[in-house]
């Protein structure tokens, strides 16, 4: 058996937590800290080679400092759970349209082109769903406080 200081791992953990684990589970968290850890140094040295409008993921992933702070990931966390209730509030088509264009970044010909319609039929979808995004989040987040007002305007 192993002992493991939870604080090592968990960010969430403010104070020294040890606990005895098998050596087979020490071995892998240690392994996926380093894997994580080698991850974040790939991305800071590789950032300058990628164009802002290359549209494949990997500058979001760059760009989006990381932070060990509880209560940024907590804020990030709901953000994320108030989006995607958002999404499942619309229709399946808006949906996925617009999880394709924003999540995703497909360009509106390339949605097109994959679900066999024009062009504007995608856009005027984008355009109903976001503004339909747009009415839940202002009846649903009303009297939130003010971390929910930022999650609206961040969205």
């Known amino acids: 058996m192993a002992a493991i200081n939870l604080k090592d791992f968990y960010p969430w953990y403010t104070h020294d937590e040890f606990i005895e684990v098998s050596e087979e589970t020490a071995e892998e968290l240690f392994v996926d800290k380093r894997y994580q850890k080698s991850h974040e140094q790939r991305i800071r040295r590789n950032m300058a080679f990628y164009s802002l409008d290359a549209q494949d993921g990997i500058e979001a992933s760059a760009i989006i400092s990381h932070t060990d702070n509880p209560e940024y990931i907590f804020t990030m966390m709901e ?76 969205i």
């Open 79 to 154: 953000k994320h759970c108030r989006l995607c209730q958002a999404l499942n509030s619309l229709p399946e088509v808006q949906g996925r349209r617009i999880d394709a264009r924003y999540l995703q970044g497909k360009s509106i010909q390339d949605i097109a082109v994959s679900e066999g319609v024009s062009e504007s039929s995608v856009k005027e979808s984008i355009d109903r769903g976001l503004k339909a995004m747009k009415k839940y989040f202002s009846n649903n987040f009303q009297n939130c406080p003010a971390i929910c007002h930022q999650s609206e305007a961040g």
